[in-house]
């Protein structure tokens, strides 16, 4: 699993959290959060270094930032330079380990999306039965 994969699977973790389903299963989601929540923060620490770094600073120091319909936008004095490393940033994989749930435990009825589903399954959060039908735990391993 890449560092990539937690960013965009975090919030799909955080939503299927608020899902009704059996407490077994949801300790399992809440377990992953806790797995999931440490490295998130630290990617977010080395987000705003890079955002030191590279950002646009005014007279007094701080980083220049507008409001865009999706938020704060900071500028940046190297876009290039902070894309190279944001990427670099992205692609380092990581070792966590995520007790999966089967798909198949759930019911057909989750009140949850077809893209939250794709990141679920590629954390590991959600997996699809083995052949002898017990669920494979899923561990990403360091290159």
Same mark, same amino acid.
């Given at each position: 699993?890449? @560092? ?5 699977? /975090?919030?799909?973790? *955080?939503? /299927?959290?608020?899902?009704?389903i059996?407490?077994?299963? $949801? @300790?399992?989601?809440?377990r992953?959060? %806790?797995? !999931?929540? #440490?490295?998130?923060t ?12 590279? %950002?646009?600073?005014d %007279?007094? %120091?701080k980083?220049? *930032? +507008?409001?865009?319909?999706?938020g !704060?936008?900071?500028e940046?004095?190297d #876009?290039?330079?902070f $894309?190279?490393?944001?990427s670099?940033?992205?692609?380092? #994989?990581?070792?966590?380990?995520i007790?999966g749930?089967? =798909?198949?435990? !759930?019911?057909?009825?989750? &009140? @949850? ?9 590629? @954390?590991?959060?959600? =997996?699809?039965? $083995? #052949?002898?039908?017990k &669920?494979?735990? +899923? ?5």
């Amino acid at each position: 699993m890449k @560092i990539l994969d937690i960013l965009e699977a /975090f919030d799909a973790v *955080q939503r /299927f959290n608020k899902c009704r389903i059996p407490m077994k299963h $949801s @300790i399992k989601v809440r377990r992953a959060l %806790g797995v !999931l929540a #440490p490295e998130w923060t630290i990617v977010n620490e080395k987000r705003d270094v890079l955002f030191d770094r590279y %950002g646009k600073k005014d %007279g007094d %120091g701080k980083l220049v *930032q +507008r409001q865009e319909a999706g938020g !704060l936008v900071t500028e940046l004095d190297d #876009p290039e330079a902070f $894309s190279a490393e944001w990427s670099e940033l992205m692609e380092q #994989p990581t070792d966590v380990s995520i007790a999966g749930i089967a =798909i198949a435990d !759930l019911g057909d009825d989750l &009140p @949850i999306t077809g893209e939250d589903i794709e990141l679920l399954v590629r @954390i590991g959060v959600l =997996i699809e039965a $083995s #052949p002898n039908g017990k &669920p494979k735990r +899923r561990r990403a391993k360091r290159k």
